[in-house]
């Protein structure tokens, strides 16, 4: 099993930047990738970056030139810096691990507030 637990949440101003992390525990040998999820009220859960053990990463449209993914060198903790945030990236992130054998853990998320 892993354990996920996000920090880093808040609220800002637009314009301004935050940065998530997550820190993995357990089985963390098993991890194949992490990422970051976010779900705004009313919408489905959406992707917001990815990144692998080799270390691509992939990121939606919508925080492309914005957001940057990142790992540690162990491995065990992933990072999200968020820069010229907007109202509309005000929702829920979660920290998502990929595991072998097609297994996926999530974290409980932190909120990301951006007002106007």
């Known amino acids: 099993q892993v354990q996920l637990v996000e920090s880093g949440g808040g609220l800002v101003q637009a314009g301004e930047s935050l940065r998530l992390s997550c820190a993995a525990s357990?089985?963390?040998?098993?991890?194949?990738?992490m990422g970051w999820y976010r779900q705004a009220p009313g919408k489905q859960r959406e992707l917001v970056a990815t990144i692998t053990n080799s270390g691509s990463t992939n990121y939606a449209d919508s925080v492309k030139g914005r957001f940057t993914v990142s790992r540690d060198g162990a491995k065990n903790t992933v990072a999200l810096q968020m820069n010229s945030l907007k109202p509309e990236d005000t929702a829920v992130y979660y920290c998502?691990?990929?595991?072998?054998?097609?297994?996926?853990?999530w974290g409980r998320g932190t909120q990301v507030t951006v007002s106007s």
């Open positions: 998502k691990a990929d595991l072998t054998r097609s297994r996926t853990y």
């Open positions: 357990g089985t963390i040998s098993s991890i194949n990738a």
